[in-house]
């Protein structure tokens, strides 16, 4: 599973103009599945974002994780991630997992998030939406868990 994660001030998601998520001050996670994922990559990720330090201390160094600022997670599906782009000018989709199968560990990736901190808010998983943000610093990472047969 990937994530790219952003820090920001505010994020908002939006299917057909209504807004379905928003936060303040915290984290936008663009969620990625992958085949060959599973449950035991949803978990490890949900760890690794919430637990990642992007947010300043006292003395200005990213050594704050999301639970520490008390700050929100916004979690939107995102299968562009599993894209392949080695090649061509257009991108194959052949690494993400089946519909079915992505929504399921997309959901429980925010299940997770939310039994370990809130606010939490989420997309909706095969819609159209529209995600505005502030990224603030600008501070993005790209987080991956990869399958045991893969790494």
């Known amino acids: 599973m990937i994530a790219l994660i952003q820090r920001v001030t505010w994020a908002r998601v939006e299917v057909d103009g209504v807004a379905v998520g928003a936060i303040e001050a915290g984290v936008l996670a663009l969620i ?8 035991a990559q949803a978990e490890r990720l949900a760890e690794r974002v919430l637990a990642y330090r992007i947010f300043p201390d006292r003395e200005g160094k990213m050594n704050l994780s999301l639970p520490e600022t008390g700050g929100g997670l916004l ?17 194959s989709f ?4 089946p519909p079915e199968h992505g929504a399921r560990l997309f959901d429980r990736f925010v299940d997770l998030a939310r039994q370990r901190h809130r606010p939490v808010a989420a997309g909706r998983f095969g819609a159209h939406m529209q995600v505005s943000l502030v990224n603030d610093g600008p501070v993005t990472f790209w987080l991956q868990v990869a ?4 790494s």
Do not use: N
């Open 94 to 97: 052949s690494r993400a997992a």
């Open 147 to 150: 399958p045991r047969s893969r």
């Open 32 to 39: 990625g599945v992958e085949r060959g994922d599973a449950e």
């Open 75 to 91: 979690a939107v599906p995102q299968f562009t991630l599993a894209a392949d782009t080695h090649k061509g000018a257009r991108p």
